[in-house]
């Protein structure tokens, strides 16, 4: 089946700092989702994507839609201790034009660690 | 605007009892999806349903396993004569239609 591999797998950094993580797959996706999930918690999104090459913000959030449609990346500008947690991509395998699956497909998470 | 809730939160079962996980979508929502996961994992998809039929199963072991989104009331899923290996969080996503899956707190199974 299909799979996501999410680098890099964790994370230290001091506060402020920026981090940056991708998700690349072998096969084309039609959507790339980005989620965080805490302890006990679900997954929460973040961001969405639907285009290839899209960029989207969301406050210090960014991410983009590679334009190959095989990969995607997360950044996180000036981050804060309350970004930790662990951060997941999530893709819709398939051509959306040609019907492609409902389930997601998620990478195995990045784990972060803010130190204050 | 209530979330995707799912109960119970935690189940403890012992080997061969069944075990019901209960997800009752965001209000409006009509595509259910459940997921596994494991500890140090990401999700791994399960089951995807529309009020009373099972879309895509592909994700769904064989046996013992089973789910339901009825007409009315919450989605089902249901692990018969559960195993150790069954041990794992279960996550339900709810979604209007074809775009992004919301998801609830999980269900977190613990089987003796």
């Known amino acids: 089946g299909q799979q996501l591999n999410q680098s890099p797998q964790s994370m230290f950094i001091q506060e402020g700092e920026d981090v940056s993580m991708n998700c690349t797959s072998s096969?084309?996706?039609?959507?790339w989702l980005w989620y965080k999930q805490e302890p006990g918690e679900g997954p929460v999104l973040l961001i969405a994507?639907?285009?290839?090459?899209e960029l989207t913000s969301n406050g210090r959030l960014t991410a983009q839609f590679g334009i190959t449609r095989k990969d995607s990346f997360l950044n996180i500008s000036a981050s804060i201790p309350s970004d930790v947690g662990i951060y997941f991509c999530?893709?819709?395998?398939?051509?959306?034009?040609?019907?492609?699956?409902?389930?997601?497909?998620f990478g195995k998470g990045m784990k972060l660690t803010v130190n204050p | 605007n209530a979330g995707v809730m799912q109960n119970p939160r935690h189940l403890v079962r012992r080997r061969g009892q069944e075990a019901r996980l209960r997800c009752s979508p965001m209000?409006?929502?009509?595509?259910v999806y459940w997921y596994r996961q494991l500890p140090e994992e990401g999700l791994k998809f399960m089951v995807y349903?529309?009020?009373?039929?099972?879309?895509?199963e592909s994700g769904m072991p064989k046996e013992r396993f089973s789910a339901e989104f009825p007409k009315e009331g919450p989605s089902i899923l249901r692990i018969q004569q559960v195993v150790r290996g069954d041990s794992a969080a279960y996550f339900c996503?709810?979604?209007?239609?074809?775009?992004?899956?919301?998801f609830g707190p999980g269900t977190r199974l613990t089987v003796l």
């Open positions: 349903l529309q009020k009373e039929n099972i879309i895509d």
């Open positions: 999530a893709g819709r395998p398939g051509a959306a034009n040609q019907g492609g699956s409902e389930k997601l497909v």
């Open positions: 994507l639907y285009k290839a090459g």
């Open positions: 096969s084309i996706f039609n959507t």
């Open positions: 209000k409006g929502h009509s595509h």
């Open positions: 996503a709810s979604s209007p239609w074809n775009n992004e899956q919301f």
